[in-house]
């Protein structure tokens, strides 16, 4: 029993552990995910074909799959911590999130999951904050809460924090980089109970996950992805919020940033973003100016992508057009189109050869259908 991408349908709870287990298997991210049940029609089939495929692609061993029992015993230890996984396309799914081209598949959610369908506003910055920045950081979750936004962030020190700390009785969420069961930093365990009560936490990282530093970026682009627009508050020229920003460029959200003292630091990032086109605010009303036209014209689907036919067990391709395929890639990144044109192959032997390299741990996806060899 599998279950492709279908809009405002639940999974059942044997179709969700399918969900999970492909997931949680070994070089599957949300993109390669996507491919999987679009190219087999379903999870069941993908998690029966990624030995073959990982074989194929040249790994060095047998692909690492999770096993039932594995995802059973993560949804049931989940649910004792009160978090429920939402899949992709489920009706309790953010509309925002599932936008973005690399949404996850599955987010593990607790708390108060409706504080997910309010317009939400992302408000991030320095781990070392000013004092000045606490203050306005703290001021803009207040008021903006206040107009019924609900609040995102990443449950850092500093202005992350301030914001979550203002906006706990009108609403905020927070976007965890590790497991439920992982919170950092550890301090702020008692102010994500205190969030929960009008709020929510989400996870896409599996329970036990300590974050690392490069998880950072990965949640980053789910505080950008849930939200209509991302205020800076400050953030030194190589800061992860800057990283947050450029995200939701990317995603075509909407960015903002706070000015600061040109001889301070931590305003080198956000006086930056302003000189790059980013909304400059120093209250409320400037977010909400942008943001309301933004409202009115409601929540636009994502684009409409043609339904791929679950491609046949039995195609695989051919010894030749594999070498084509492979000697066209490179470490520098090259889309998907080109490599049908220039292999002179047809897109699904292409997606097929592309998802044995990425089983194996030999492809790297980006954004915009772009991939490389690693």
């Given at each position: 029993m599998g279950a492709a991408l279908s809009d405002g349908v639940r999974l059942s709870e044997e179709q969700r552990l399918d969900w999970l287990r492909l997931i949680r298997s070994e070089n599957i991210g949300p993109r390669t995910f996507r491919e999987l049940i679009n190219h087999f029609g379903g999870a069941r089939a993908a998690l029966a074909a990624l030995p073959g495929l990982a074989r194929r692609g040249g790994a060095a061993g047998p692909a690492r799959i999770c096993t039932r029992e594995e995802a059973a015993t993560e949804l049931e230890a989940a649910r004792a911590?009160?978090?429920?996984?939402?899949?992709?396309?489920?009706?309790?799914y953010p509309g925002r999130l599932q936008m973005i081209d690399d949404a996850p598949p599955l987010i593990a959610v607790r708390g108060k999951s409706n504080v997910l369908d309010r317009p939400l506003v992302a408000i991030v910055g320095s781990r070392n904050a000013s004092a000045a920045g606490v203050k306005i950081a703290q001021m803009?979750?207040?008021?903006?809460?206040?107009?019924?936004?609900?609040?995102?962030?990443?449950?850092?020190?500093?202005?992350?924090?301030?914001?979550?700390?203002?906006?706990?009785?009108?609403?905020?969420?927070?976007?965890?980089?590790?497991?439920?069961?992982?919170?950092?930093?550890?301090?702020?365990?008692?102010?994500?109970?205190?969030?929960?009560?009008?709020?929510?936490?989400?996870?896409?990282?599996?329970?036990?996950?300590?974050?690392?530093?490069?998880?950072?970026?990965?949640?980053?682009?789910?505080?950008?992805?849930?939200?209509?627009?991302?205020?800076?508050?400050?953030?030194?020229?190589?800061?992860?919020?800057?990283?947050?920003?450029?995200?939701?460029?990317?995603?075509?959200?909407?960015?903002?940033?706070?000015?600061?003292?040109?001889?301070?630091?931590?305003?080198?990032?956000?006086?930056?973003?302003?000189?790059?086109?980013?909304?400059?605010?120093?209250?409320?009303?400037?977010?909400?100016?942008?943001?309301?036209?933004?409202?009115?014209r409601g929540l636009e689907p994502p684009p409409a992508r043609e339904p791929e036919a679950p491609v046949p067990a039995e195609t695989e391709p051919a010894a030749d057009e594999r070498a084509r395929i492979i000697a066209l890639l490179g470490p520098t990144p090259v889309s998907i189109d080109d490599l049908v044109r220039l292999s002179q192959t047809s897109p699904a032997i292409v997606r097929t050869v592309l998802l044995e390299l990425e089983i194996a741990g030999r492809l790297e996806r980006h954004g915009g259908a772009l991939v490389s060899l690693l």
């Open positions: 911590l009160g978090a429920e996984f939402i899949a992709l396309r489920e009706p309790d803009l979750a207040r008021e903006l809460g206040e107009a019924g936004f609900g609040i995102v962030s990443g449950l850092a020190r500093g202005i992350d924090a301030a914001a979550h700390r203002a906006s706990l009785t009108t609403g905020t969420v927070a976007v965890l980089a590790g497991g439920h069961d992982r919170i950092y930093p550890p301090e702020h365990a008692d102010l994500l109970e205190q969030m929960l009560v009008d709020g929510a936490a989400i996870s896409e990282m599996p329970l036990g996950w300590e974050p690392r530093a490069h998880d950072f970026p990965r949640r980053n682009r789910l505080i950008s992805g849930l939200s209509l627009g991302v205020v800076i508050v400050e953030a030194a020229r190589r800061s992860g919020s800057l990283i947050t920003a450029r995200l939701a460029g990317e995603q075509g959200r909407e960015v903002f940033a706070v000015p600061g003292n040109p001889l301070d630091p931590r305003a080198e990032g956000t006086n930056g973003l302003i000189k790059q086109g980013a909304t400059l605010v120093t209250s409320a009303a400037d977010v909400i100016a942008v943001l309301e036209p933004i409202l009115g």
